[in-house]
């Protein structure tokens, strides 16, 4: 048995002081003081926080956009996850058109079963509606696989708004959650097309391309779909106050809407498309960094509560050879940044050292939020007697900087560098197996497939 003492338990409810153990993978007691006998291993956490093992619900690994695979595979994904106290990944299966979700469900599992540190599931992405696909969904549950994600963007994987509403439909009697890329494709293409013709190539048209108004839009027009299919949906990676605006009105009008945002959104501006050469190109994402007035919304979202998730939509390119692809024409940029390995310690910097949100809420919006949203709760998502020994012990002592060269994320830069930071995950353990130590990693493959 493994005994951690003197350490501050936290939920979303609070702070406890309480001793924490745990036999192979499941947390046996947690009490006021556990007393170690022989053969026990005890660890220290006095001055830490333990947290239950952050869940990062959006993650691109291993991922073959048509022109190019992302940097990161599972295995180097998962160990820069685990080094930054991250446990549980939500990564994609995606159906190609012309092919069936039990396929794509399948290549995933190939891609991550044995090779990954911290436990994983799928959200199943669906391209390619009809009665085929439909009579899956059910196949789909029985697998463990209980969210699922539509695009309104990117012509080979958008469907449009009738496809959008049989699929709410056909997922409400399974109780499946929809997470949508909420972008107006149509006008993104109308956009890009102008902006080529006028000869600006470079990142800078980027988000020019992409403003707020076809995020919002695409927001809006989803919450309507919503409505009619009597069912809640999740927009990701949201971006933009004009679109914080839409969801807003979707829930003053009773509607159950979950907001996830991400790092990127809350730290990065789109100040950073300026910078000299072709560097803006480490920040091509979709949706664009928005302006520091959007930044601000955003923020201001996350401590009033109305912001659901926190993850990272990790999806990482190297600069040299994979972005400098686009360095003639802003459309063959790769979108995607890293981040899976510093979500946790940008989040504990800017908002919980700073005074402007607690561990409970970091808690809250990176560990029991996502849980119970996509089916992993009562398991994870919480330090309680039969949850799963996923557990992360916070050391908010220790001050770093975030480098490329530090990092254990397979790719050439980060686009958080020279970020000062504050805190760290001292001890990972997935699966009661420790898995990192002080941001290094054991090398241990203790993840698993999260079934739900």
């Given at each position: 048995m493994t005994i951690i003492k003197n350490g501050t338990v936290v939920s979303a409810e609070g702070l406890t002081k309480a001793d924490v153990a745990f036999e192979n993978d499941v947390i046996t007691l947690v009490a006021p003081a556990i007393e170690a006998g022989a053969g026990d291993h005890v660890i220290d956490a006095e001055g830490c926080l333990i947290f239950p093992g952050f869940i990062d619900g959006h993650t691109h690994l291993d991922m073959d956009s048509?022109?190019?695979?992302?940097a990161d595979d599972f295995a180097s994904g998962?160990?820069?996850?685990?080094?930054?106290?991250?446990?549980?990944?939500?990564d994609f299966a995606t159906q190609d058109k012309g092919n069936t979700l039990m396929h794509a469900l399948e290549s995933g599992?190939?891609?991550a079963d044995g090779k990954s540190a911290a436990n994983y599931a799928f959200h199943m992405a669906i391209t390619d509606w009809n009665d085929e696909t439909k009579a899956e969904l059910p196949l789909m549950k029985e697998a463990g696989v209980t969210s699922f994600k539509a695009y309104y963007a990117y012509d080979a994987l958008r469907v449009d708004d009738g496809e959008m509403l049989q699929i709410l439909r056909a997922l409400k009697?399974?109780?499946?959650?929809?997470?949508?890329?909420?972008?107006?494709?149509t006008l993104v293409n109308a956009l890009q097309a102008e902006l080529k013709a006028a000869g600006k190539l470079s990142p800078a048209a980027h988000p020019a391309s992409r403003p707020p108004v076809v995020e919002a839009e695409a927001i809006r027009r989803l919450c309507a779909v919503a409505k009619l299919a009597d069912m809640p949906v999740h927009i990701v990676h949201l971006s933009s106050e004009e679109g914080l605006s839409e969801v807003r009105?979707?829930?003053?009008?009773?509607?159950?809407?979950?907001?996830?945002?991400c790092p990127q959104y809350l730290l990065l501006d789109d100040s950073r498309y300026e910078l000299e050469g072709f560097e803006g190109a480490?920040?091509?994402?979709?949706?664009?960094?928005?302006?520091?007035?959007?930044?601000l919304a955003l923020r201001k979202a996350v401590i009033n509560d109305e912001i659901d998730t926190i993850s990272t939509d990790h999806c990482s390119y190297n600069f040299e050879g994979q972005k400098t692809m686009g360095i003639n024409d802003f459309t063959k940029i790769p979108n995607g940044a890293p981040g899976i390995e510093h979500r946790?310690?940008?989040?504990?910097?800017?908002?919980?050292?700073?005074?402007?949100?607690?561990?409970?809420?970091?808690?809250?919006?990176?560990?029991e939020n996502p849980s119970k949203l996509f089916g992993m709760w009562p398991r994870k998502g919480q330090i309680a007697v039969g949850a799963d020994a996923d557990i992360t012990i916070w050391d908010p002592s220790t001050k770093g900087v975030i480098t490329a060269a530090a990092q254990h994320q397979a790719v050439d830069y980060t686009p958080f560098e020279g970020f000062e930071t504050v805190g760290c995950a001292r001890y990972v353990f997935v699966n009661g197996l420790l898995t990192a130590t002080d941001g290094m990693p054991t090398e241990v493959m203790a993840g698993q497939y999260v079934r739900r």
């Open positions: 048509g022109t190019s695979v992302t998962t160990t820069a996850a685990v080094c930054g106290g991250t446990t549980t990944i939500v599992h190939k891609k009697p399974l109780g499946g959650v929809l997470g949508v890329h909420c972008e107006n494709g009105r979707a829930r003053q009008d009773g509607q159950k809407i979950w907001a996830e945002t480490k920040y091509v994402i979709s949706p664009p960094l928005r302006s520091k007035m959007d930044q946790p310690v940008l989040f504990y910097t800017s908002f919980v050292a700073s005074g402007e949100q607690t561990p409970s809420d970091m808690c809250r919006l990176l560990s």
